[in-house]
Structures are given as structure tokens and as C-alpha cells.
């Protein structure tokens, strides 16, 4: 995937071939934010600039700008995937917490 990230905001880049430009859409939060340009000189000062008109129109309107991530995951499993998991994670030392991030880490990586 081709991205920007600004802020600790991610955006997704695709090139609109019919169009000639570029375009992105930030991810992750509920809001849509999304910007486009020609260059991808321009097309980074326009993902700052969303980004950054987002973050004072939150301001303005008193509101919390949302986040890409909390960092609190809630999953619901099978009760078999659940213990084998805490099975691996307390095979390597570690709290399922720990094993699942690491988990997580690595598929997002892949």
C-alpha cells in the first residue's frame, strides 16, 4: 500500500489514472478526510493541510479529534482459539497481552 503518514495519521495514496492525480483518504477514523493533487510534492502539502483544517475544525467545535487507534483492542474468539492462545503465551513467558501484540505486530508487518 502506498501511504503518507502526518501526526500519527495514515493516509492511503492511490494514482487515479483516468484523472491524472493523485488521491488520499486518511485511515482509520470514522471521519472522512481526503485530499488530492497532481505532484506528490503537492499532494503531501495537501494531506497536511486536511489533516491540519481537521485538527482546528475539532478545535473550533470543542470537540476530541479522533484518533487512528486507542490502543485497546476488544476481539471475540472461539473458547478452543482463546486457550490455545494463552497456552502459547504462557509457554513463552509471557502475558497473552503480550503474545497477542506481538502477534498482531508481526502480521501487520507481513
Known amino acids: ?15 487515479d489514472e483516468r484523472d491524472d492525480i493523485f488521491t488520499g483518504r486518511v ?12 505532484s506528490v510534492a503537492e499532494l503531501r502539502a495537501a494531506f497536511t493541510g486536511a489533516l491540519d483544517d481537521y485538527l482546528a475544525d ?3 467545535q470543542g470537540i476530541r479529534p479522533e484518533k487512528p487507534a486507542s490502543g485497546k483492542i476488544m476481539l471475540r474468539i472461539r473458547p478452543e482459539v482463546h486457550a490455545a492462545a494463552t497456552l502459547a503465551a ?3 513467558g509471557k502475558s497473552l497481552n503480550q503474545w497477542a501484540e506481538e502477534a498482531f505486530e508481526r502480521a ?3
Open 58 to 60: 475539532c478545535a473550533e
Open 1 to 15: 500500500m502506498n501511504s503518507m503518514t502526518y501526526k500519527g495519521y495514515t493516509a492511503r495514496i492511490v494514482f
Open 90 to 92: 504462557q509457554t513463552a
Open 27 to 38: 485511515l482509520g477514523v470514522r471521519d472522512i478526510i481526503s485530499f488530492h493533487a497532481d
Open 108 to 110: 501487520a508487518q507481513a
